[in-house]
Structure formats: C-alpha cells, structure tokens
C-alpha cells in the first residue's frame, strides 16, 4: 500500500551562520523541490532554496535561526503529503512505492524485497534483498529499472527478468 508521504530531500548539516541548511536531495531536482513550501505536516516552511550546483540544494526555512538550529536539523527528512504531488503518468513511480515490493521473476520464483532504490547517474537502480537471506555469499543484488530488467510492477509486486535474479 501506497504510503501517505513521500519523503523528498533530508537535511544534511548547516551552511553558513545564517541558519541555512545543505540538502541531498531525492526527488528529480530543486526545481521539483521548490513546488512545495511546507514540509513535515507544516513543521516546517521553505523561505528560499537554491542549488549547490552539487546535484544537492540549500535551503532556508522560517522556523530556523542561525547555524545551531540548522545543526540540529542535520539527519531530517523532508516529506509532503502525497496528495500534494502531481498524479504519474503510465510507467511513472514514486520511489517510497517500490521499496517493500515483493520480487518474483518471469520464471515465476521468489526472490525476496525490494530494500532501496538508488541513482547513481543513468538510471534508477532497484536494490534488492533475497529471502531468505542465504548464511553465505550476497545478501543482495541490484537490477536497473528498465524495460529489459524490471518486466513489470504494481502495488503488491515487482517482476524481473530471470537472468537479472542470477
């Protein structure tokens, strides 16, 4: 099942005394960031964002002021309602609605969970962890979110092609 928020950056340390705050983002940019202004059910409301031209942001939020309140911050997530974000198109995903999956290949065997979803450049890569987890040897195993690897998914499971399972 869906979850209720959907978690879009978190906070990563200060930047500077002014009680900014340096953000890893997760979702597809700044630019998608800055479509909210409320975060964490309005704990907290983004006053300024900017690029760290990193691939990461900087932020500013009303309720901090100066580098100790920014500091600690460091290790919180950003999450907005999943109502406030746009509906997906065919072949679309929200990352939070692939972790947990259950994995079976196109041969029909279990393989285990989907544990993450990463980004390293290219694409998405789903992480998965086999189960039952073997007492020797890799605990999990990583497959690209494409058409060739990641056949097809739903709310309750995903199937990937057998020869990615191996």
């Known amino acids: 099942m869906p979850s209720e928020s959907i978690e879009l950056a978190a906070i990563t340390g200060a930047h500077g005394v002014a009680g900014e705050v340096r953000l890893k983002l997760f979702g597809a940019g700044v ?13 907290l409301t983004l006053t300024k964002l900017r690029s760290d031209n990193k691939g990461g942001a900087i932020a500013r939020f009303a309720e901090v002021s100066g580098r100790d309140a920014a500091e ?11 109502a406030a974000l746009p509906s997906l198109d065919e072949g679309e995903y929200y ?8 994995v079976v290949t196109d041969a029909g065997e279990t393989v ?19 189960e039952p987890v073997p007492e020797k ?5 990583m497959v690209p979110m494409t058409k060739d690897a ?15 399972a191996e």
């Open 31 to 43: 630019d998608t960031l800055a479509e909210h202004k409320s975060f964490n059910e309005g704990a």
């Open 112 to 130: 285990g969970r989907t544990i993450a979803v990463h980004n390293f450049g290219a694409t998405d890569i789903i992480e998965i962890a086999f």
């Open 137 to 141: 040897g890799q605990k999990t195993f």
């Open 150 to 164: 990641v056949i097809e998914w739903d709310g309750k499971r995903m199937v990937i092609a057998a020869e990615f």
């Open 72 to 82: 600690k911050l460091r290790g919180t997530v950003l999450s907005v309602s999943r």
């Open 95 to 102: 990352h939070a609605d692939l972790i947990g999956l259950a």
